[in-house]
Nanobody
Framework: QVQPEESGGGSVQSGESLKLSCSISGYLSNTCGVGWYRQAPGQEQELVSSIRNDGSTYYADSVKGRFTISQGSSKNTLYLQMHGLQPGDTAVYYC??????????????WGQGTQVTDSS
């Protein structure tokens, strides 16, 4: 069973940096992409950044140039380096793996989330 687990959230001042980590247990096939979503209070979930199964990356316009997504030595470790944090970045950040099963149905796996707060 695939299970992501996030760490590294916290409270920072505007302009500061924070790095989120995600350790994903279980087997990730070559159909899987991984990424980070966030959800602010009263807002819908937003895809922040992802690494697709072909290795290409995606960034939401709101974080381009400030956030960098990367993987460790294996696909099972994921990072999100965040610079220049702003009040609008305050949210719960979720690590997500999206895969296709043997029937080619999409299955997604979510972590519990980690809180990031700009306390300025």
């Amino acid at each position: 069973q695939v299970q992501p687990e996030e760490s590294g959230g916290g409270s920072v001042q505007s302009g500061e940096s924070l790095k989120l980590s995600c350790s994903i247990s279980g087997y990730l096939s070559n159909t899987c992409g991984v990424g980070w979503y966030r959800q602010a209070p009263g807002q819908e979930q937003e895809l922040v950044s992802s690494i697709r199964n072909d290795g290409s990356t995606y960034y939401a316009d709101s974080v381009k140039g400030r956030f960098t997504i990367s993987q460790g030595s294996s696909k099972n470790t994921l990072y999100l380096q965040m610079h220049g944090l702003q009040p609008g970045d305050t949210a719960v950040y979720y690590c997500v793996a999206v895969c296709k099963d043997e029937d080619s149905d999409v299955v997604d796996y979510w972590g519990q989330g980690t809180q990031v707060t700009d306390s300025s």
